[in-house]
């Protein structure tokens, strides 16, 4: 329940900050929903199991699921390098000094 | 009857050559070819006239069940021979009329290419084909026009715009009738009425092919096309306005009498549209002063006056608008020819200019003359044996008893107002002043016209030659029953008394013509070639409306669209789900309460502050809370992967900060209009979100796949660390393709940040010495580490990815105390960035990792199989371990392209105070 | 034959590694143009053999690592699947012969992002593992994130572009979480009917679906389309728009034929979004006043008819999308390479700067001419064989409303045509003195024959198609028949 909570705040202010002015604004909201995407997908697997999947581990109870944590981590790297072309728009815009302001086309 | 559709092909394709070679003698040769083809469809006759018919075929679309079938019966016949003759005509005509560098032109080749498709429309037994060829007269149609320039637009638009839309509702009956007949052959379907009409298809097959009918043929209220076409120069108007084009709707609904002919609707559409038309055709005819104009509308109206005979549907009334279908293509082109003549000679196409002709041009006079009384149905015309025909077709038309007397009243109204402008074109030709200045035109430039006039007078008489064409028209037309027999004299019967009423009333309204002038001139009808264009302009401008949408300027608005959708989605979601969800398997994690506490505080404030600092450090506490709650969950690698990614973007967005503003403009604007809207879909997002996770997660037990995972991935693939077995062996292909990802993105940033003005200047504090000698010490310390995690990566947390961000963060120092660079000023390339070049990284990377990936297709394995090096298993060099390394290389090289490309600030924008204001100064100015 | 499979993603990839280890040298500009268009050529003649090959209802499979099915990522063609790649990757090579001719490829990243996007291209339509299909997805847009970064028309459009593909494809990695949460497995050959067994299910997908829609750009979102296609260089365009949006629905497409099984319930309100891309899609296409901003605007009405299709949800209708899609691909690529033509030789595509560009390219005038027929559908071209097949799907399935809106808006989209028709190579021209300053580079007063070439093949392709179109007809019927029926290896 709690996990569903969790969730929820992030993509909350994720979309939050997603929609407001500022590109760097929108970068960190993209960062926040990555965030409770990833929470979500890791939760698939189940939240009942939470042991570590390593030798010697085997006391924590029953060991969690690995995909979804092979999936996370995946998505976590393809997020990270989109984050750094977005800012590197970023810096691009800051080059032509511009407004920050996230402006679509016009 | 293939030939004859090669022949014209041929002809087509080789106009503009002989157009080369003869200029625009070239017309005779098409003329001659036209004949020849008319010639070949004549030899076919025999077999034509007795009821029989001429059929080939050949598969086309086989899986849409289309043939391209041809199938010459009586019917087609007439109207093939139409097109060719009065083709053949206009050609010759053409060899005068036009100039040899127009003749080189488009003009005769799509003439010719219009001739082939009016007979393969004529001659389709295919639903399809029919469509096809049919469109393709529309083509042709357009292309001519067009060919008359600038002014041509407005109503070569037009006139597309109107047949296309009637094609399209041509195609909607095709598909229907395919659907409600189960095959797409005419022949086969009308030889079966019973089951089209059974259908409940029928009625919208009628309407559409109505409406097809209605646009090709300019019935009201689609006629206004028409007249707008005749910006087109002569022979396009003579060939295709007058005889052809606007014929082919004619066509299709006596094509089409075969289904529908006894249906009351039917009749009663008909005949109600074809009077309408006849009558304010008429009407407009005798308005007009432009010689084409007055044509035009004629056209129109006689169009009116065919499909309301059709509409009657009697054998009778069919022969009779076959008959009058020939007469009328022969006495129009003519009339067009000769407007065409005079047109040239005195430079004026009004008819009031149209004067006292006959002392100058005699022959041209007479044939203007001999047409015209065809036109008003003069005897012994031909144009006088067709309305009588019409006529006798309306007095005996079928239904209550009222019908054939208003019938044949509108008839009679509209062929007296026809005779009305006849006559003003006989009285221009004959009558009036003199003008000596004119002269007879050329023989050859004549000869065609008169041919056409001569023989409107003569066939007249001899009208009986037609019998047998007009029986199997009738015929094939409507099977099984007896069709009029066709002679010139009938005795003193009802309709030579309706013809002796309408040149009475005909003669009357010719006499009053000035008085009717002004009576016309007072009447106002609806422009509807306005209101098509007003149409035309009204909808651009709902377009301009509707797609404002996608040009709103800031990002929210476009952002907020997939993200309403996925809230209603969760709405839908909960909605449907109610109450039908498996129990909840999963249990709560410890300590998580107190990370949802801090969470909450953190995701507050960042939602609200204007401080870049705060923003970014609240975004590093954030990811920390995150990467806890993974651990506390089982999740060793990925924590520790996020950990370094914070890290790293926490880095990045330094660097990015150091170029740019530390203030960002308040959240919420003072004007306050998008936050609501912004504010509810966060929390509508936010909570389908948290819905999905509640009821779509952790309900079920282990999957298989996992459980396989876990219990066989020591065992297959040597390593004990799971997840990272995963990654580089079960599902290799995804962390390949990812890595290539980051390269892709590390050569791209190189690309992004260069440039800009004044690039690469640095801004050069001078590092502080403890951060100086501290990355001395530490960058090798971190190298180090990262290599021991890429080891040892398979069997503990560590591997590829984690390894590569422990050394990224090596560079990161590294170039933060600014030891990597060469000595100060002298611009030397140091080592280490020689080393570490994204680009050379990457695509090393890359072929390290892709090589690995494939190295098991050599031997006959998978992609992506995990091998055991040969001799250097010992060490614990696997497959993944090769992998891994290339992954690694792949993770340096967009550390250290962000490394480069953040790292130097753009001279432009200082990241102190004076900036801001500025910025805040040119804020003020956009809003 | 399974290597074969694994061709048209792993040919790309090494081709594009080596030359970005060849960039030092000068002069390989004529190695990356040769690798630029062999590389997709010989995936084109690959996609081939494999489609005759799978056209019996076969299909050819290469699985990653050699692992039980459900824990390995399988590859598989089908006919479906080789069709879109002959299709995308024949699309590459044209565009990047055309980006030889407007000097876009001066850039040196140009063709190895090309390659790679193609690969991720080819991967998404290949493969049936759905986080796999995420990745490739991700490997498709972020080579095209740095072109349109790179090609500097204004960053605006860019970040538009990749945002909005960001949050798709966030979407998207959610969708695929709570599939492996409600069903335990993200193998779509494990998934089929899933949808119609366990609603939870249907719902998860359906998150997935949204992303896909975003992706083919279908109403309500669409609005990310013209903004970015705007903000490319001309043959980057008709790259994107051979590739990218192709990928969405065809993503779509198997999704849904295969986890939804064309259930009724759900059908009606794609064919609801459906018919509404197709009439919001050309409403704006034909308000808007420069030749690249109508012809993509015109994407998202044509997106919408390929979406009846699938949403029809019989063999019928699929068959009619996937030739249509193919037909389509091919008359938007003549277009925009026409466009791009138009853009090269007059510096500008804005309608009220042009004028009378007829008389002095009639070549160029007569390829814009069979193209635009193509995308009204009138015959013969192919666009008018396609109509015919959707218009009889349509029907044959009793859906009259769909039937209605296809003919309207073929109408509204001849009206669209004839303005650019008038606009740019009817009348007259325009009086010179007027710089034409919106971005589009100089003006150089011809067209170069890179790019006048591929536009008439193209358009010659529309007309081939349109008369010999059975080829196709029956290789769409047996992949609809294929997708339906699930596979028989």
Known sequence: MTTAVVVALLVATGTWLVLRRGLLRVVVGFVLLGHGVNLLVLTAGGTDRRGFALPGQQGGGPVADPLPQAFVLTAVVIAFAVTVHLLGLLRQGQALDEDDDAEGPS | MVAALVLLAALAAGAPLLARRLGRATGYVLSAGFLAAAGLLVALAPRVLGGGAVEASTPWLPSLGVEAALRLDGLSLVFALVALVVGALVMAYCARYLSDASARGPVLPLLTVFAAAMVGLVLADDLVLLYLFWELTTLCSFALLSSAGAKAVAPARRALVITIAGGLALLVAVVLLALAGGTTRISVLLAEPEVVLGSPLAWPVAACVLLAAMSKSAQLPLQFWLPGAMVAMTPVSAYLHAATMVKAGIYLLVRASTLFAEQTPWQVALVAVGMATALVGAVMALREHDLKGILAHSTVSQLGLLVAAIGVGTPTALGAALLHTMAHALFKATLFMLVGIIDKETGSRDIRDLSGLRRAMPWTAAATALAALSMAGVPPALGFVSKEYLYQGFVSAPGPAWVAPAAAACAVTASALTFAYSMRIVWGAFGGPDHPELYEPARSFLAPAAVAAAAGLLLGPAVSLFDPLVDAATSAALPGSVPPRIYFWHGLSTEVVLSGVTVALGSLLFWQRDRVDRALVRLRLPDAGGIFDAGHSGLLALGGRVGAGTRAPSLAAHLARPLAVVAVLGVVGAVALGGALPERTATAVPGEPVLLVVLAVALACAAVTSSAVVLVALVGLVGLVVAVRMVLVGAADVALTLLLVEVLTAVVLVLVLRGGRLHLPPVVRSAGRGAVPAGLLAVGAGTAAGLGTWALTGRRELSATGAYLLDNAEELTGGTNVVNTVLVDFRGLDTLLESVLVGVVAIGLGALTRGGPASGREVRERPDVVLRVASRVLAPLAVLASVVLLWRGHDQPGGGFIGALVAGAGVVLVHLAGTGEGAAGTGRTGRLERLTDPVLLAGAGALVAVGTALLPLVWGGALVEPFSVPGLYALGVSSALLFDLGVYALVVSLVAACVRGFGRVPAATPATAPGTTRGAERAEVVR | ?489
């Open chain 3, 1 to 489: 034959m399974s290597a074969l499979v694994l061709v048209p993603v792993v040919l790309p990839l090494v081709v594009a590694a080596l030359l970005l280890l060849r960039r030092r040298r000068p002069g390989a500009d004529a190695l990356d143009r040769a690798a630029g268009v062999g590389v997709p050529l010989l995936v084109v003649v690959a996609a081939a053999v494999l489609l005759a090959a799978t056209l019996g209802g076969r299909t050819a499979e290469a699985s990653a690592g050699g692992w039980p099915a459900g824990v390995a990522i399988a590859l598989v063609a089908d006919a479906t699947a080789c069709l879109g790649v002959l299709l995308t990757s024949a699309l590459t090579a044209a565009s990047l012969v055309v980006a030889a001719g407007t000097r876009e490829d001066r850039e040196p990243l140009l063709v190895p992002l090309v390659l790679v996007m193609s690969a991720g291209v080819s991967g998404a339509l290949l493969t049936t593992d759905l986080f796999n299909l995420f990745v490739f997805v991700e490997v498709m847009l972020v080579p095209s994130y740095v072109l349109v970064a790179l090609g500097r028309r204004g960053p605006a459009g860019g970040r538009l572009y990749v945002t909005v593909n960001l949050l798709a494809s966030t979407v998207f990695l959610a969708g695929v979480g709570l599939v492996y949460g409600t069903t335990g497995t993200v193998s779509l050959v494990e998934l089929r009917g899933a949808a119609a067994d366990d609603p939870a299910a249907a719902v998860a997908v359906g998150v997935m679906l949204v992303a896909l829609a975003v992706k083919s750009a279908a109403v309500p979102l669409h609005s990310w389309l013209p903004g970015s296609y705007g903000a490319v260089g001309p043959a980057v365009a008709v790259l994107f728009s051979g590739l990218l949006t192709k990928v969405g629905v065809l993503a779509l497409l198997r999704v849904w034929a295969v986890v939804f099984e064309g259930d009724a319930r759900v059908a009606w309100a794609l064919l609801a979004v459906a018919v509404l891309t197709m009439v919001v899609g050309v409403l704006s296409a034909v308000g808007e006043g420069s030749v690249r901003a109508v012809l993509t605007n015109h994407m998202v009405s044509q997106i919408g008819y390929l979406l009846v299709g699938v949403g029809l949800a019989t063999a019928a209708g699929y068959a009619a999308a996937l030739f249509f899609l193919v037909q389509y691909a091919v008359v938007k690529a003549a277009l925009l390479v026409v466009s791009a033509a138009v853009e090269v030789r007059e510096g500008t595509d804005a309608l009220s700067r042009l004028g009378g560009l007829g008389r002095a390219e009639p070549l160029l005038a007569v390829a814009f001419a069979v193209a635009a027929l193509g995308l009204v559908g009138v015959p013969p071209t192919s666009g008018f064989v396609a109509k015919l097949q959707l218009a009889t799907a349509a029907a044959g399935a009793g859906s009259w409303w769909v039937l209605a809106a296809v003919v309207a808006v073929s109408l509204v989209t001849l009206v669209s045509m004839l303005k650019l028709w008038n606009g740019v190579f009817a009348g007259s021209r325009p009086e010179a003195g007027d710089p034409g300053t919106d971005g589009a580079g100089a003006a150089t007063g011809r067209v170069p024959r890179t790019v006048l070439v591929p536009a008439l093949a193209l358009a010659a392709c529309a007309l081939v198609l349109g008369v010999w179109a059975d080829p196709l007809l029956t290789a769409s019927e047996a992949a609809a028949a294929q997708l339906v029926a699930g596979s028989r290896s």
